[in-house]
């Protein structure tokens, strides 16, 4: 039988037995040294240090970058919740800016309703008003249930802007009085100067760059000035006499001297119909 083990390979058992020996020896002798381990202390730190490091080094680079992307998704969900505060405001400045604006017509029409002792008035808002036949009619939200009739006329910042020709249960049609299409239903007015005296004419015409009525085609020699007044003058049965229209803003004259075209300046905004009031005359 061939023996276990040949000469060569028993010294190599024997040569590692004895270095380790010496590894252990040197060990013992300078484990109570504190400023020098142990080799194989040493050489174990060595490798779990570089193995921490190559651990460490690309978990750090994750979570730092795992930061930097919950940050950036932190910002963009800050920022739209911002772009909606500021829409939000936006609207809520715009809505503010409408219903002060409602507000001051409708205070307006209260101070007109306050000094209307022989009507009885009811206050309306505009519901609807075409561009098609903006200077021509609107719809008010009050009808036959809140006492409005046919032909009521409809006052506006103290001055007459139009009556009613339709009315339906909850809602009613006003003519403008800057309507110039219906040549047979004019508002007929009268201008009265600083001195009484009256001439009466109708409202012919519109403006729309002044915003101011037109009284046309008058033959009369009585002065009239800047700044007389014009107000209804009850001929034709439809509108009742003594309601406010406006201020004669310029005369013009003929070649013999007479009145020919008269422009009117009327209290009310045609274009900014917000609130109403209609008037109906107490027996």
Not at 11 to 32: A, E, K
Request: a positive charge; aromatic letters at 6%; charged letters at 20%.
């Amino acid at each position: 039988m061939r023996k276990f083990f040949s000469k060569k390979k028993w010294f190599s058992v024997i040569l590692v037995v004895i270095v380790c020996l010496g590894f252990i020896s040197l060990s013992v002798s300078t484990r109570n040294k504190k400023s020098m381990p142990p080799f194989i202390q040493r050489f174990g730190n060595d490798v779990v240090g570089i193995a921490n490091w190559t651990i460490a080094t690309p978990a750090n680079a994750l979570r730092h970058g795992g930061e930097t992307i919950n940050n950036l998704i932190n910002t963009y969900k800050e920022n739209q919740r911002l772009k909606t505060q500021v829409e939000n405001i936006a609207t809520t400045k715009v809505r503010d800016q409408a219903l002060q604006s409602e507000n001051a017509q409708l205070k307006r029409e209260l101070d007109i309703k306050n000094g209307l002792t022989d009507y009885h008035p009811i206050v309306a808002e505009a519901l609807i008003r075409t561009p098609s036949a903006w200077q021509n009619q609107f719809v008010i939200n009050k009808g036959k249930s809140a006492g409005v009739a046919k032909n009521m006329p409809v006052l506006a910042s103290k001055g007459l802007v139009g009556r009613v020709i339709e009315v339906n249960n909850s809602n009613s049609k006003v003519e403008l009085i800057s309507d110039t299409v219906d040549a047979d239903d004019k508002f007929s007015v009268e201008i009265t100067n600083k001195n009484g005296d009256t001439v009466n004419g109708i409202i012919n015409g519109y403006d729309r760059k002044k915003g101011q009525l037109i009284m046309g085609h008058l033959n009369t020699k009585v002065k009239i000035k800047v700044g007389d007044t014009v107000s209804t003058n009850g001929l034709g049965g439809v509108t009742p006499k003594g309601l406010y229209v406006g201020k004669v803003s310029k005369v013009t004259t003929d070649d013999y001297g007479t009145a020919s075209k008269i422009f009117v300046k009327i209290p009310a905004n045609m274009n900014d119909l917000e609130a109403v009031t209609v008037i109906n005359k107490m027996s």
